[in-house]
């Protein structure tokens, strides 16, 4: 909120009549001085550009467009509804039920910045966040996107969201994660989802306070959604990415979740399926288990390329196959079923320990998880980024975790430990013999370890 930050932004007028003495709209400049809804903190070039008239106790209206200025930041946009376009480009903080409504739209971006305390999202209202622009919430902030309101991060552009924040997107209300952005969920935040959620890049949900998701979830083409432990998904699936599962997820659906194109699903236990269908060249690869506890007509593969699959008591089923009324009626036949192809990955980095500083001496134990079970052909080297190494032993058995501990020594010093390399290339390997040779590249996006946990060390 004291930062301030730059960047270069040309706004287009809208033609409206506002101020009774002008045949156009105006467009409003923010000179720091008061709250958002302050009108004696506003000007208005009136000189083509050469100057600021103040215009005392007037506000930009719906028509109007307004600029936080470079180097100018709002400290409270109170309970304000903002109706025009606002592009910011210094810093802005919104609480206290602040609104972008109808006919409002707000920009993030090329170093700008926003503080969440209190937004509400609503009636065609947008809120972009891109290139190089961010997006962080209080402590116990909240957001709620809702009524046909939208909530965009694009490309290059971040949003951080810390525990204990309140994060809604409601019935009506649209998230949209585009590639080439990122998303950081900490921890124990609250989460309600019942409205629509498009996932573009990699989006790890974390483990909120309440994980029921009633909305749609479309995990689009090179989107990846990973799901920890108890997430229960009542709304729909429809996946042409990749979904991890972590742990035991419910499917609780009336509707079908879908995976389509190249999507896939890889891992954990499935349970209480209503129906899942894989269609086109969608697969479920490695081994995951589907919980005997399980209704509706269960699983559908059609043609779909299958893994090895613990079913319990359940009977995985072909998709019914309807026939064409024709002078000659002709069966369909299912595609052929093809092996597992895909190539084991690393979907997480962790640790045991609570968040905290540790000083030389301490032990800190790392846990890998993987996509699938694997072995490994050497030991798996994690380079830490303060120089350290944490080793993986060799992998002689399938699994689908693996652990090394670090030993703290002196002048290892970093303010959030995190891996920053993976040295000498090993390859791991899952039941279908795919093999996967690691790279830093290969390190998982937004659930490393200085993602998932808040671990610095200390020379002494």
Not at 169 to 196: E, R
Not at 230 to 248: D, F, H, I, P
């Amino acid at each position: 909120m004291k930062n301030i930050y730059t960047f270069a932004y040309i706004i287009s007028l809208f033609s409206f009549s506002v101020l009774a003495n002008s045949a156009s709209a105006a467009t409003y400049y923010h000179n720091g001085v008061g709250f958002l809804n302050n009108p004696e903190s506003w000007f208005t070039d009136n000189n083509g550009g050469d100057g600021y008239t103040e215009q005392a106790h007037v506000l930009p209206t719906a028509g109007d467009a307004a600029i936080i200025e470079q180097g100018v930041s709002v400290e409270d946009a109170e309970a304000y509804t903002i109706t025009y376009p606002l592009s910011v480009q210094g810093s802005i903080t919104f609480s206290n039920e602040a609104t972008i409504g109808q006919g409002g739209s707000v920009s993030i971006e090329q170093g700008a910045s926003t503080t969440i305390g209190g937004l509400i999202i609503k009636d065609g209202g947008s809120l972009v966040v891109k290139d190089g622009g961010s997006a962080t919430s209080f402590f116990l902030g909240s957001m709620s996107v809702q009524d046909q309101g939208v909530f965009t991060i694009e490309q290059g552009g971040s949003l951080n969201w810390d525990m204990n924040a309140h994060f809604a997107i409601t019935q009506g209300g649209l998230f949209n994660m585009q590639a080439g952005s990122t998303v950081n969920f900490d921890t124990t935040y609250d989460l309600v989802m019942d409205g629509t959620m498009n996932i573009a890049n990699t989006l790890n949900l974390m483990t909120a306070n309440a994980r029921t998701l009633n909305g749609t979830i479309n995990v689009l083409a090179g989107g990846q959604l990973l799901l920890p432990e108890g997430y229960k998904l009542n709304g729909q699936v429809v996946s042409e990415g990749t979904v991890v599962n972590q742990g035991v997820t419910e499917f609780n659906s009336g509707n079908s979740s879908i995976f389509k194109g190249q999507g896939i699903l890889i891992g954990g236990t499935i349970k209480n399926a209503a129906e899942i269908r894989f269609l086109d060249q969608s697969s479920f690869p490695g081994s995951y288990t589907v919980d005997p506890v399980i209704t509706g007509d269960a699983f559908f593969a059609c043609g779909a390329t299958k893994g090895g699959v613990v079913l319990g008591t359940v009977t995985l089923e072909t998709c019914p196959v309807v026939a064409t009324t024709t002078a000659t009626t002709t069966p369909v036949v299912p595609p052929v079923v093809v092996r597992d192809t895909i190539d084991p990955i690393i979907v997480s980095i962790t640790s045991s320990v609570a968040n905290g500083a540790y000083a030389p001496g301490a032990r800190i134990p790392l846990i890998v998880q993987f996509s699938e079970p694997v072995t490994s052909d050497e030991s798996i080297q994690l380079k830490l980024n303060n120089g350290a190494m944490c080793v993986v032993p060799k992998i002689t058995s399938l699994t689908k975790t693996a652990t090394c501990t670090y030993v703290v020594a002196k002048n290892q010093s970093t303010a959030r430990l995190t891996v920053s390399n993976i040295k000498s290339e090993p390859r791991i390997i899952d039941a279908a013999k795919n093999k996967n040779k690691l790279k830093e590249k290969d390190l998982p996006r937004t659930a490393n370890l200085g993602d998932l946990k808040k671990i610095s060390i200390k020379n002494k």
